[in-house]
């Protein structure tokens, strides 16, 4: 797709992300790279033929550095479990009892996206709710943080799991005062006792999805994208399904992260391409849960319990012999971490260790909503970098309140305080793990970055705003950086000609107008990928 020809884009407000030379007016590209850029008076070619975005905003194709692609494409075909289509319980049981009417009995129903802070009724779906939707079929209904499922009896059934099941390492089923299953169950390592049972798409069927949310994501100007979640299942290897993607025009290059188990499957040595547009990055672990789940794992009980503090998922052990792994092979370990437990439980454990990596961070630190002192200590000292979500303070702010009550809502993903102490920091959007609507969607993150307002108005922490310029680098330049895409994140010569022509100025606009701005040209490698339908 890369083109040979020049073109000059010129007569635009282009934000470059780079620090040396802010903003352009204009720049040429050739052979799918930015070759010049600069104010249009120093132009060293000619205008005929360029092309003249019409004193639009420019800026860097955006990086989402924590995304789940294939997950973003599965629940897309799912019963979506949130506003504006389901705003109870009472209305997923019918949504349910409609996708059961259009299949036959014993075939899986999937629903994606509830939280208990949006439903009605302010709980949960269990299995007594979902049973009375459908009692043939097994259901499973995931909360939109992705670690936390809701399934009826037949899929407990299915699994094998009964009130004498044990609970997994780093999971749970939960039970109620008489220890019967609720049909909640917590974290990857429970879920995955159903999960093991559910049907699978085959790798093309799987790629061609992937295509389709690729066109999605173009259309909000992401250019270069993380898979969070790699997996090597037995039915096909995410590498090999990404690439078939890729030829069947899946453009957007991809770093990888693969859980350690999944990470052990592989023949790393022959896998591991550092160059490749498709590439292995990392290999990803889990310290804890989530905060609107109540499974990260705080030292302060969760509001409204005395001894209710989360779930650990992984030990220091583990961590080194990620660690010890990602080394031997040159790439990163990027480890989920939400509350302040898990956090310092990862910095500890690597407070001595130094960096085995040039370029980028070694360690990643995924989410890291509520560092202590001593964890943005260590951070600043041993580069480790953080990637955190403002988009869940945007969207879930009634979980957090209902999980953290004010002060440490306000308190939490701390992103100026990251900056200010020189803590390595990109945002992202862990879509589709957010109880919002498009949660790809770059603009909505930035603005809950600028204005530290929720959706609704209420205050999440303004002492913590950053400015616009600040939060479009962190989701470009930065994202970047901190995934090791060379070349990319910048309007700068010799960087990727990735880049996104918005619909209005995104540094003028009232600030909680951000997330309204839309994208009205995309370019790839220098060619349009994506025009706005006016």
Known sequence: MIQTKRTVFYNAKIFTANPDALYADAFSVKDGVVEWIGNHSALPFSLEGGMNLEGRTVIPGIVDAHLHPVYVADFAKQIPCMAPVTNSIEELKERIRERRGEQQAGDWIESWGYDEGKLIEGRAPNRHDLDEACSDSPVVVTRTCAHIISVNSKALEIAGIDRNTPDPKGGQFERDENGDLTGIIREIPAQKAVKDHMPKLTQTETAKILVETGNDLVT??????????????????????????????????????????????????????????????????????????????????????????????????????????????????????????????????????????????????????????????????????????????????????????????????????????????????????????????????????????????????????????????????????????????MLKTGFKANFAVLDRDLFTIPEEEIGDVSVYETYMDGEVVYQMIT
């Open 220 to 489: 909000h100007g992401i250019t270069a994208v993380t898979e969070m979640m790699a997996l090597h299942d037995g039915t096909y290897d995410y590498l090999e399904m990404y690439e078939e993607a890729r030829s069947l025009g899946f453009n957007h290059d991809t770093v990888m992260y693969y859980t350690l188990d999944e990470f052990k499957k592989l023949d790393a040595a022959t896998c591991i391409n550092h160059e490749a547009s498709i590439r292995i990055g990392g290999i990803k672990l889990f310290s804890d849960g989530s905060v609107s789940g109540r499974t990260a794992w705080v030292s302060e009980p969760f509001k409204g319990s005395r001894d209710e503090h989360g779930i650990a998922t992984t030990t220091r052990e583990e961590l080194t012999e990620a660690a010890d792994l990602a080394e031997r092979y040159g790439i990163q370990l990027a480890v989920h971490a939400m509350g302040d437990n898990a956090i310092d439980l990862i910095t500890e454990t690597f407070a001595d260790r130094k960096p085995w990596l040039e370029g980028k961070p070694s360690i990643r630190i995924e989410h890291a909503a509520m560092p202590t002192e001593r964890a943005l200590a260590i951070a600043q000292q041993t580069g480790i970098a953080f990637v955190p979500q403002s988009i869940f303070l945007f969207a879930e702010i009634e979980s957090y309140l209902t999980n953290l009550g004010e002060g440490r809502t306000e308190s939490s993903y701390p992103i100026k305080t990251f900056l200010e102490r020189g803590i390595q920091t990109a945002l992202s959007s862990d879509a589709p793990a957010t109880s919002w609507a498009d949660p790809v969607n770059p603009f909505a993150g930035i603005q809950s970055a600028v204005t530290r307002t929720a959706y609704n108005g209420v205050d999440t922490g303004q002492s913590e705003c950053i400015d616009v310029e600040t939060a479009v680098a962190l989701y470009t330049r930065e994202a970047a950086a901190v995934c090791g895409l060379e070349r990319q994140g």
